[in-house]
């Protein structure tokens, strides 16, 4: 059974970091890919940034320069750091991994990330 575990988000001034962790298991992480993606109220999930399995990575412009997102594959698990944040990164943070070759793809339960003063 594939489980995707996500940690790591919280409550943060404006110009703080966090970092989001997503481990998996029951899945051979290093043959797929992983997006993070991030839901506001009332709007539509975007993506975030993604990391292939090969470790090419891409951002999405509103966070290019701020976040970084790393994978470990030894420990199962992907990471989004996330510095310089803004209030309007407020949302709730899901990892998507994706299977290479078939495209299968599995979600995480989310994570809540509120930045205020």
């Known amino acids: 059974q594939v489980q995707l575990v996500e940690s790591g988000g919280g409550l943060v001034q404006p110009g703080g970091s966090l970092r989001l962790s997503c481990t998996a298991s029951?899945?051979?992480?290093?043959?797929?890919?992983v997006g993070w993606y991030r839901q506001a109220p009332g709007q539509a999930r975007e993506l975030v940034a993604d990391?292939?399995?090969?470790?090419?990575?891409t951002y999405a412009g509103s966070v290019k320069g701020r976040f970084t997102i790393s994978r470990d594959n030894a420990k199962n698990t992907v990471y989004l750091q996330m510095d310089r944040l803004k209030f309007e990164d407020t949302a709730v943070y899901y990892c998507k991994l994706i299977h290479w070759r078939t495209n299968w793809n599995y979600w995480g339960q989310g994570t809540q990330v509120t930045v205020s003063s």
């Open positions: 990391i292939t399995t090969s470790g090419s990575r």
């Open positions: 029951g899945i051979i992480f290093s043959e797929h890919g």
